[in-house]
């Protein structure tokens, strides 16, 4: 796997966060929806297609064309298709 | 004997556009050149509904408004990112790989010991999964019968998008179900001349004696029609040059670490590209400048590629090199050992067809300064002569109406997702 690595002894983030690159995407949050699974409004999140979802991932899903995050549980394989799992969520809090 | 797997992305540019935006999933999407000129790509239901490849955009607004097509503008920095993804996919996968285009690959699959459809639909679901892209895939002795089977791959259901022709009764199938001038390296002209001789399909071209093939198409005519065989003439490492890109690469005999060194080199790369594409009388929107480190070697590694508009398109050996410069500098990084670099020059387009805008800067200068720089190359090599690398490039100005978002590449752009 292409692992994009510094050589400096800071530590990366992408090293930290980004495990499969080329199967990386970020994505934006937009609503209080996923409250509960401790994302918030104006989230970053990390995606990683290479992942296969199990039981209680929350995943990006492709519902009515609109990228959406959820509960894996929570959608039906007739109304939605997996887009993503979510590896990870970024906030600024300044 | 070597066996080759060609993977070619479907509708490369929709396809990556439908990754961040699956509403346009079954609809019909046009990709305009930049200025929003013409249809340089098309999904399938596009093609069905009339518009032709290169089409000016005002010539088909009609039906645009009939079909309810999405036009949109070509957005080359979200297509190469997504080209970069899908090459590292494959790379990750096969033994070896070898990019050809944006969007097409051939691999080296000799040394696979599994049932090779199934390891090649193996390679399509992944590429699929992590990326978002759909990919034909075509298996043959030779590439350029490869590349008749990627075509079939793509057209036909029953294949599943894998075709694999090596040792299979399928092969005189597939070459009379091919059209001589769909085989790859046979060009227009070649095509009317073979039609006017009786000589419609993939099969009658193989069936004809070498005397008179040679005459006919020369040398090079001969090496496809062997290759059409199964006579592996092209061999794994050789580039035969894409219709509508061009690309120039070099591993380096040393490792390159230095910004200023990468520079020369790249530089270097991108003059031979535009004279590449003037020679054929072409001119590109975007070029795209990527870099890599070893593979092979426990260094930390690295492999970006840069986009960079050309806008408007041109040939121009200064105008491609400063672009290429400004693409080398976003790419680069620090602290890297870098084994190869390259540029590729795409959406290539006729030079007489190409859209000129109310914002062309065309200076009738520099058409005097490339005829004489050609002049030179042409006497005393490539590297004689090159432009000075100094100097930003200008602010060409891009009238790209109905770009997406760079969401690969830019933090504002990234998708949104609801909840």
Known sequence: MFTVVRTTTNLSLDEHFIKHPAGTFFVKVEGDGMVDHGIFNGDTLIVDRSLNPEKNSIIIAVIDGELTACNFLDISSEEATVWGVVRGSIRDLL | ?419
């Open chain 2, 1 to 419: 004997m070597t066996i080759y797997a060609l993977v070619d992305c479907n509708n490369f540019y929709a396809s990556c556009e439908r990754v961040f935006n699956p509403k346009l999933e079954g609809r019909p999407v046009v990709i305009l050149s930049s200025n929003d000129g013409c249809a340089i790509a098309r999904s399938n239901e596009a093609k069905e509904c009339g518009v032709k490849m290169a089409q000016p955009l005002y010539q088909f607004t009609d039906i645009v408004k009939k079909h309810d097509i999405q036009v949109l503008s070509g957005n080359f920095h979200l297509y190469t990112d997504m080209s970069n993804r899908v090459m590292q996919v494959l790379a990750d996968m096969a033994p070896e790989t070898q990019p050809y285009s944006i969007d097409e690959c051939f691999l080296d699959i000799t040394g696979i010991s599994d049932d090779l459809d199934e390891y090649c639909l193996k390679v399509q679901t992944k590429v699929r999964q992590w990326t978002g892209i759909p990919v034909g895939i075509g298996i043959a002795e030779t590439k350029t019968l490869a590349k008749v089977a990627n075509r079939i791959a793509k057209v036909s259901k029953k294949t599943g998008g894998v075709l694999n022709l090596v040792g299979s009764q399928w092969q005189s199938k597939a070459l009379e179900r091919t059209e001589v001038g769909d085989v790859w390296g046979i060009g227009k002209q070649f095509t009317k001349k073979l039609n006017r001789n009786g000589v419609n399909t993939a099969l009658d071209l193989i069936n004809q004696p070498d005397g008179w093939i040679r005459e006919e198409m020369g040398v090079g005519g001969l090496k496809t029609v062997r290759e059409l065989r199964g006579e592996d003439c092209i061999g794994f490492d050789s580039i035969p040059q894409p219709k509508q890109t061009t690309m120039v690469s070099r591993s380096f005999g040393q490792t390159v670490t230095d910004l200023d060194d990468l520079i020369n080199a790249v530089s270097g790369f991108a003059t031979t590209a535009a004279a590449d594409i003037r020679k054929a009388n072409l001119v590109s929107s975007a070029i795209s400048v990527f870099m890599e480190t070893s593979r092979f070697s426990n260094e930390p590694q690295y492999a970006p590629s840069q986009s960079v508009e050309l806008s408007p398109a041109t040939n121009n050996t200064k105008h491609i090199v400063r672009a290429a410069i400004q693409g080398v500098k976003e790419a680069y990084r620090e602290g890297f050992k870098f084994k190869k670099a390259g540029v590729m020059l795409l959406d290539l387009v006729d030079a007489d067809h190409a859209p000129r805008s109310l914002f062309d800067s065309h200076d009738p200068k520099d058409d005097k300064l490339i005829e004489a720089f050609d002049a030179i190359i042409r006497q005393q090599g490539p590297g004689a002569i090159n432009f000075g690398t100094a100097g930003q490039p200008s602010a060409w100005h891009s009238a790209s109406a109905f770009r997406s978002p760079n969401f690969t590449t830019e933090w504002p752009d990234i998708p949104t997702v609801k909840t």
